[in-house]
């Protein structure tokens, strides 16, 4: 039995990969063929509409094209949910397949599977000393360029301690932003994401030192040292 893709991650909303998508959920291999949508990852759709089709057929031809597809795929970030699920469903269908030649296939249809939740799980500091670290951070006073992680799409606002910052990248992402400064006192700052669909969960951004809460402290002064000569010593005068 085939575990395929599951129902749900979609939106009417989505950029191209969702609807082609909901094409493969429902096996719809026309549609897929005909589709003339550009994709981020194109070579996933097209071993999308093989396996369909063979699938479909059950002709050893056919599932050599899936297969041969399937290979041309290249390695997805894990941001790329759908893409990962397409593969991970196209994959199972082939090697059943070609372990279990003449037995006949049932595909799962009924949601099997995991979703593709929206939600913020992360970011990259892009530039500074500490970028690509396991915990990166980021000057307080700011400006150093930032890149959320996560699945999402249609990013409306990105939000440190609730105030909207400005993002910058296409429908789909990435998604970047400059990192603004440390509120007064504060090592990190909370960053969430207004998208539609909805986003769920928070990540920290923090910060390589705390800005400091008040003015900062002087210390007096200290006069040079005396180097003015003695004061001449009176004499004494003669014994009586």
């Known amino acids: ?10 939106a009417p909303t989505d950029p191209p990969e969702g609807t082609l998508y909901e094409l493969l959920r429902s096996r719809d291999c026309a549609g897929l063929r005909e589709s003339t ?3 981020a990852f194109p070579a996933v759709w097209k071993a999308a509409e093989a396996t369909c089709q063979a699938l479909a057929t059950d002709l050893p031809a056919d599932w050599q094209q899936a297969q041969s597809s399937l290979s041309a795929v290249p ?9 990962i699920k397409v593969t991970e469903s196209l994959h199972q269908a082939v090697d059943l397949r070609t372990a279990n030649p003449g037995v006949p ?3 799962n249809a009924a949601g099997a599977g995991d979703d593709c939740p929206r939600q913020l799980t992360g970011l990259t500091v ?3 000393s500490s970028a690509e670290t396991a915990a990166p951070s980021v000057p307080s006073g700011g400006g150093t360029r930032v890149r959320l992680q996560g699945f999402f799409v249609n ?16 429908q789909f992402g990435p998604f970047e932003f400059y990192a603004p400064p440390a509120a007064p006192g504060a090592a990190s700052a909370t960053v969430t994401v207004a998208a539609t669909p909805p986003v769920s969960g928070e990540v920290l951004l923090r910060y390589a030192g705390p800005m400091p809460s008040g003015p900062t402290p002087t210390t007096p002064p200290t006069s040079p040292p005396d180097t003015s000569p003695p004061p001449p010593v009176a004499s004494a005068g003669p014994a009586s």
């Not at 390695?75 to 893409?83: I, N, V």
């Open 1 to 10: 039995m085939i575990r395929w893709i599951p129902i749900g991650p979609a």
């Open 75 to 83: 390695g997805l970030p894990p941001e790329r949910c759908w893409e």
């Open 37 to 39: 949508l550009n994709t």
């Open 126 to 128: 892009l530039d500074g």
């Open 155 to 170: 990013v409306d606002k990105v939000l440190v301690d609730g105030n909207p910052v400005d993002v910058e990248g296409p």
């Open 105 to 107: 296939l049932v595909v």
